[in-house]
DNA sequence: TATTTAAACTAACAAGTGTTAGTTTTTTTA
DNA sequence: TAAAAAAACTAACACTTGTTAGTTTAAATA
């Protein structure tokens, strides 16, 4: 449990380097040096350096697999749903910056589990196109093509993780109903 | 110039694996492979590794320096501006997405041109925040935080390179307007 | 055709890569 | 306090990295 916690110091160091200067430029030896030890050293807590990739991406992943099921459970109207996974991200991307970096820019590094990666991305894509086009038919949503407003809800999601950081001491449910308004009002008057 | 054509060649194959794996983790052997050469003849052509990165990066970024000037120079409104810039970015998107996937992902492994990159970059949004708070100043634009709609808008056009490779025969003018109309307009009824 | 130039090659370098083996030091537990 | 466990260490490995030097082949020019 001391090497759990030691554990995840490293994750959470490497994730921080990672976000930096992505995964293949950073070495064990760059790791280790952020950790104040040898590289050697790392090996007593960790399995490999693609393991600890493995630990950063697949964890958020299956927290947004969760996150999807919880709304697409929920009674909640098209619109509803849609503010909840701005929400979902701007939770997870406040919570773990540096992992949702690694996570969109180093998951083509990932070996083993690169495959249940990308099922897990293009389920979670599958689904907020499926909310969208409920949305359309169902007369909530303008008649526009579904996968440009996909495309742009979730370019905007997913670079959020570059532009949270930078605002200190941030009100989840500020940014994201900020961004509901955006995002689903759009900004002409 | 033949030379040219050859170091040209080099450079938009680069841009291919840059892609794909990034700039560190692409060996100038992987580039020689795929270039059907051995990794030192590429030194024929080119000087450096890091110059290929340079030619692909700052060439892309002064593109668009030039391509807000003249926006910033015309008579449009706020919503002409902002429609003019959104087919700026499908249109250097469409002409060489791998280009924009490095200037996006790898600008960081530039070494004597970081800081003027940077310096492009920065411009560049502070020009598009200039147009946003015009907007809301003359009644354009609703009074929306100014953040978030640049970083909303901002962060579609950037990812623009993910998406359009997959469509085959795009139509730069459709998908703009297309573009446009979820952007500004926003999805909801 | 002879010569220059362009573009490829082989061989090698010094430095850096992830990782393992074996050992010592520090911390926790009995 | 003695024993066990955790966490660091040194040294080394096999391999890969970007790049250079020197040479040979192919293409363009005179």
Sequence with gaps: MTTETRKSEIINTAAKLFKHKGYSAVTMRD???????KAA??????????AILEYIIINIAEEFTLGMQTVLNSDLNTIQKLEAIIKL???IANQNPEGMAALNNDWMHLEERRDYY????QQ???NIRFIIDEGIAKNN????STDVVLFSILSTLRSLYLWIPKKDQLDVNELSSDLSEVLIGGINK
């Design 41 to 50: 050293s790392l090996y007593n807590h960790i399995e490999s350096k693609q």
């Design 31 to 37: 790791l280790a040096q952020a950790m104040g030890i």
């Design 141 to 144: 949503l303008k008649n526009l």
């Design 89 to 91: 991200h701007v939770s």
């Design 118 to 121: 990308l099922e897990l991305r």
């Design 124 to 126: 979670y894509e599958s």
